[in-house]
């Protein structure tokens, strides 16, 4: 074909790419009609009819092989060969165990090679019904992906791809043709220097021909003799094993070499619609179910992993609240029941001191009622407390029925709130700048439990836990100017005048209306007592260790004008309480004996010490 035919031929070739390019984009941008996607709806729902036909002959085939190689091994499996070689593989049998089948067959009895025929055959039915239903499953893939393409809106994606093949199937003709033109035309001077060099290049070329010629039509020389010889027994070997071959070939095959070249193709063809479904399956892209089973697969393993996360968060052991670790109760390697504390922890934000009360006193306490703890062994030191939580659940012992209270101790802007209640339970106003100043009161952090109880109050017993830093009072610790004095500054406090010069309060410092009133009702000599005492409240407190008994006593009600009177004073008789006080003509007689009479008096609560006396005497009686 000349270089113009040629020329003319790629013209054509390209013209078809363009027009199969441009009708490729408008299939593309019309959609698929409806007869395309009936038609791929039924090419579906055959492949799927196939498929279950292609799958029922491999479960046939596979029961007859392995109903076949049952018999087989029953009937000769006491055969050591057999046993050991054949009997203990998995099914289907390979290229490899059906050479070693065949060989055992020989020279063995009609029935031995019968039955190991029959597992031969049905070993090459069943890879031949398998990779059947392989190429099945295959169909069925390329024809749902088909259905699902036709279905599927074109992508903007795919449809820039079609408008560059087009493009480029445009460009491809238009080289073409340009091409062709150029072939058409005159030839130019340096298409003419062209042809004259390749005219060159042939009579050289034919020049180097005919000396070659002469050369062998001349007398060979003794290399060119050897070279001849060597060739003619290379030859005559060839010829040798090429008859060899042939004759191999004629000679008819016995019946052992057809099955093995049978079972070799079928095993061949197997191989080959295993790589065809692979192929096409790699070529299709995932299908939608197979998109969908690999979502789930990461959703089951995500749900996974934060289940293992979860479980080793489990094993790390985390304190509930800062403090500092007092006990260590088990060891690298131990085995840890749910019940054991690992660790024991104190803290320094938190003192409980647990108290058993009885039933009597249970109904007239209430959460958020203030006291003052004392320790047996802390002398001279009172921690402000207030009642945390009251529990309702008894607890019977020797017919004696206790309840479990927990109060709390109190520090820094907490004691303010109770300030005024607390100095009222002292019964003297100097405690109140004591309490301002840092004097009188602890405060402190840790657990302690304690029971009894008493008219007005709760005696404690036993503590657990530790503090931490000591407490004192609401300006202890403040940084004074020098020539200030703290008396100065709880004068001005309690005055509302402005703070000395340099002085200033901390930011939550704030003191309640009421315990305000009482500090300006304060006298100068007691607001210099408290004032005089803050050096000593400022030093380091001793706080309670785990352990120790503490007393409690609750304020339950404050009242401003009471009349307190010894217990030892008050007297019932006949269901009336009185008290005995001087008559009023005692000084009248003038004869130094002293008369008295029974006052009647209504009572109110006790601490134990004093009775309070509601009506029937005035103070000073």
Request: charged share 25%; net charge negative.
């Amino acid at each position: 074909m000349s270089e113009l035919a040629s020329a003319e031929q790629a013209v054509a070739n390209a013209l078809g790419q363009l027009s199969s390019a441009e009708e490729a984009l408008a299939a593309l941008i019309a959609g698929p009609g409806e007869t395309e996607i009936a038609a791929a709806r039924t090419d579906v729902t055959q492949a799927r009819a196939q498929l279950s036909g292609a799958i029922d002959r491999a479960d046939d085939s596979w029961h007859a092989l392995a109903d076949a190689f049952d018999e087989f091994c029953e009937q000769y499996d006491h055969l050591g060969d057999v046993a050991e070689g054949l009997c203990t593989v998995t099914l289907p049998l390979s290229d490899a165990q059906i050479r070693e089948l065949r060989d055992l067959a020989e020279d063995r009895s009609s029935n031995f090679q019968r039955y190991a025929s029959a597992v031969i055959n049905a070993n090459v039915a069943f890879v031949a019904d398998d990779a059947t239903r392989q190429s099945a499953v295959t169909a069925l893939s390329s024809a749902e992906q088909r259905l699902a393409d036709l279905l599927a809106p074109a992508s903007e994606e795919d449809r820039y791809q079609a408008e560059q093949s087009v493009e480029a199937a445009r460009a491809n003709h238009a080289s073409a043709v340009a091409r062709l033109e150029e072939l058409q035309a005159e030839p130019s001077a340096e298409d003419v220097r062209q042809a004259e060099l390749a005219v060159e290049a042939a009579r050289a070329s034919h020049t180097s021909a005919v000396a070659r010629l002469e050369e062998l039509q001349a007398e060979p020389s003794a290399e060119d003799v050897r070279q001849a010889e060597l060739a003619v027994e290379a030859a005559r070997a060839n010829h040798a094993a090429a008859a060899a071959r042939f004759e191999d070939l004629r000679a008819p095959a016995d019946e052992g070499e057809f099955d093995q070249a049978r079972a070799s193709l079928e095993s061949a063809r197997a191989s080959l619609a295993s790589a065809q479904a692979r192929y096409d399956e790699l070529n299709a892209g995932p299908t939608a179910n197979a998109i969908a089973q690999q979502e789930e697969n990461v959703r089951l393993s995500e749900i996974s992993l934060e289940e293992a996360r979860a479980a080793l968060a489990d094993f790390t052991v985390t304190a509930p609240f800062h403090g500092i670790v007092e006990a260590v109760n088990v060891q690298p390697g131990d085995h840890v029941a749910a019940s054991l504390a690992a660790f024991t922890l104190s803290t320094s934000d938190r003192i409980l001191i647990a108290l058993t009360v009885t039933e009597a006193d249970l109904l007239s306490l209430e959460v958020g009622q203030a006291g003052i703890a004392t320790f047996d062994a802390i002398d001279d030191v009172e921690y402000p407390v207030r009642i945390a939580s009251i529990s309702r659940v008894p607890n019977a012992a020797q017919g004696v029925v206790t309840y479990e209270v927990e109060a709390r101790l109190l520090a820094g802007p907490e004691i303010a709130e109770v300030a005024a209640e607390l100095a009222a339970l002292r019964g003297t106003g100097g405690d109140l700048a004591r309490l301002l100043a840092g004097a009188g009161f602890g405060a402190g952090a840790g657990e302690a439990s304690g029971g009894g109880a008493r008219e007005g109050g709760a005696a404690g017993g036993d503590a657990r836990g530790a503090g931490g830093l000591g407490g004192g009072g609401l300006l202890a610790g403040l940084d004074l100017p020098e020539g200030v004095t703290i008396q100065e500054v709880l004068q001005a406090v309690a005055n509302g005048e402005p703070l000395p010069e340099g002085v200033t309060l901390p930011e939550d410092f704030e003191i309640p209306p009421q315990m305000l009133e009482r500090l300006a009702n304060l006298t100068s000599n007691e607001l210099e007592q408290g004032a005089e005492t803050q050096q000593g409240a400022l030093a380091a407190r001793p706080l309670p260790a785990p352990g120790m008994s503490a007393s409690v006593t609750i304020l339950k009600e404050l009242r401003e004008q009471a009349v307190l009177v010894p217990v030892s004073a008050v007297r019932q008789l006949n269901g009336a309480w009185f008290v005995t006080v001087p008559g009023p003509a005692a000084d009248d007689a003038g004869d130094g004996v002293i008369s008295f009479e029974r006052v009647t008096v209504e009572v109110g609560e006790s601490d134990g010490t004093n009775v309070e006396i509601l009506s029937g005497i005035e103070a000073g009686a």
